[in-house]
């Protein structure tokens, strides 16, 4: 993979036997985290923002927080990234999203939501 591939601030995330990335302009790419052969490579997201927080992964679900404050939910593994649900919160995400226990914790410019059980 060449660096202009790679995420300005976010971590990979490891799930799975792969590695998922997303970038800015909503560009996902996963790999085979044992080869590096990519399942996909690039992949627009509908939320073709700036990413600072970092992917998080829980029940099969991969959870996105661009920065104008978007959270996409792709389902893990497959060829393409398969969109699950899409919120627009309208301000800014710049932290990691938490998941704890069956609870999803996400911070915005001025709130803390938690969602689940």
Do not use: C, W
């Not at 389902?75 to 393409?80: L, T």
């Not at 069956?102 to 709130?111: E, G, M, S, V």
């Amino acid at each position: 993979m060449k660096p202009h591939g790679l995420p300005y601030v976010p971590s990979p995330l490891f799930y799975d036997g792969r590695v998922y990335i997303i970038r800015d302009g909503g560009m996902m790419s996963s790999f085979d985290a044992k080869t590096g052969k990519a399942f996909y490579l690039q992949e627009r997201l509908e939320a073709a923002d700036k990413y600072y927080a970092s992917p998080i992964v829980g029940d099969g679900r991969i959870y996105l927080a661009s920065v104008p404050g978007k959270l996409t939910v792709v389902k893990a593994g497959g060829e393409k990234p398969d969109i699950l649900h899409q919120a627009n919160f309208e301000e800014r995400i710049f932290a990691t999203p938490a998941l704890v226990g069956a609870r999803l914790y996400l911070r915005t410019r001025t709130k803390l939501y938690s969602f689940g059980k």
